[in-house]
Nanobody, 117 residues
């Protein structure tokens, strides 16, 4: 099994920055792609960004150019650097791990990000 623990959320003003972390433990060797998703109140959980073991990243259009995903395989940790935050970035952010078959093998518990005007 894989366990994911997020940290780094909080309250920030419009235009501010935050960095989220996701620490993985357990069956690390089963993890392929890792990613971030977010869910705003009353809305579905949406894709934010993903990163392959080789560091290839992909971003959702609303965050491209503002957010940067990275991964330290030696520390089994993934990061999301969020710059130029906006109120519509407010959501619970979830870490996700996928297997080499493309199936989700773990979700984190989520970390709240709140951006105020």
């Amino acid at each position: 099994q894989v366990q994911l623990v997020e940290s780094g959320g909080g309250l920030v003003q419009d235009g501010g920055s935050l960095r989220l972390s996701c620490a993985a433990s357990g069956s690390i060797s089963s993890i392929n792609v890792m990613g971030w998703y977010r869910q705003a109140p009353g809305k579905q959980r949406d894709f934010v960004a993903l990163i392959t073991p080789d560091g290839i990243a992909n971003y959702a259009e609303p965050v491209r150019g503002r957010f940067t995903i990275s991964r330290d395989n030696a520390k089994n940790t993934m990061y999301l650097q969020m710059n130029t935050l906006r109120p519509d970035d407010t959501a619970v952010y979830y870490c996700n791990a996928k297997s080499y078959y493309g199936t989700t093998i773990a979700w984190g518990q989520g970390t709240q990000v709140t951006v105020t005007q």
